[in-house]
C-alpha cells in the first residue's frame, strides 16, 4: 500500500511513501484479546499499526515495547503472540532458518 496527497510543507507535498500496513482492523486472537471494544473494533481486533519506522522506536520512544498494551519487548515476541488472522503467519515465521528470521527482522527494522 502507498499514500500519497498533499501538505502544508511544499517539499513534502505529492511524497509517495510505504507504511507497511493495510490499515485494516484484524482479529489478533484470545490471548491479545482484552475485551474492550472500540467504535468498530470488537475486544479481539485492533487496526494494523504501520510499520514504517519501526526500527526507530527505541530512538524515538526509548524502549521496544509492542503491541496495545506492551507486552512484546521486540519484534519476535510481537509476532509470536499473535493468533487469530495472524495464526498461520506466526506459525511459518517460527519454521524460518535462524538466517531467514535474522534477514526478515532486518528488513522490518529498517522499514
Do not use: C
Amino acid at each position: 500500500m502507498w499514500l500519497q496527497g498533499s501538505s502544508p510543507i511544499k517539499a513534502l507535498a505529492n511524497q509517495t511513501f510505504y507504511p507497511y500496513t493495510d490499515m485494516l482492523l484484524h482479529d489478533m486472537g484470545e490471548d491479545l484479546a482484552d475485551g474492550r471494544p472500540d467504535f468498530l473494533a470488537d475486544g479481539n481486533e485492533w487496526k494494523t499499526r504501520p510499520l514504517w519506522g519501526i526500527g526507530l522506536q527505541f530512538l524515538v520512544n526509548g524502549h521496544t515495547e509492542f503491541l496495545h498494551d506492551g507486552r512484546a519487548k521486540n519484534v519476535t515476541e510481537a509476532i509470536l503472540w499473535h493468533g487469530g488472522e495472524a495464526k498461520d503467519t506466526k506459525e511459518k515465521f517460527k519454521q524460518l532458518s535462524k538466517k531467514d528470521r535474522e534477514d526478515l527482522l532486518e528488513f522490518i527494522n529498517s522499514i
